[in-house]
Nanobody
Framework: QVQLVESGGGLVQPGGSLRLSCAASGFTLDGYAIGWFRQAPGKEREGVSCISSSGGMAYYADSVKGRFAISRDNAKNTVYLQMNSLKPEDTAVYYC?????????????????????WGQGTQVTVSS
């Protein structure tokens, strides 16, 4: 069964950190760019970050630049999202997804273009 599974979410205080993981089963991630998206209650889904298949290129939403870092370990078939200096407005369900190509773009991230398989999401809540 082909699937993506996100983990690592939870409740954290403002200014804290979390690391999300996106693990693939049933297929290998190394041929795909991978994206992280989030959706808060009552809001549209937002592209957070994406990374090329090799890990050589990454893009970030302006709202998370300088605070979040995406990385991947193809040997472990896993992509990570390190989230630092978390803010209450980062509260959302975070999803990972495969891109149809080995590369992604800032534009594609912004408009959710050419992203395909989605995981079930992991909840991140930033609150004191």
């Amino acid at each position: 069964q082909v699937q993506l599974v996100e983990s690592g979410g939870g409740l954290v205080q403002p200014g804290g950190s979390l690391r999300l993981s996106c693990a693939a089963s049933g297929f290998t991630l190394d041929g795909y760019a991978i994206g992280w998206f989030r959706q808060a209650p009552g809001k549209e889904r937002e592209g957070v970050s994406c990374i090329s298949s090799s890990g050589g290129m990454a893009y970030y939403a302006d709202s998370v630049k300088g605070r979040f870092a995406i990385s991947r370990d193809n040997a472990k078939n896993t992509v990570y999202l390190q989230m630092n200096s978390l803010k209450p407005e980062d509260t959302a369900v975070y999803y990972c997804t495969t891109h149809v190509q080995y590369y992604c773009s800032a534009y594609g991230l912004k408009v959710s273009l050419d992203f395909g398989s989605w995981g079930q999401g992991t909840q991140v809540t930033v609150s004191s």
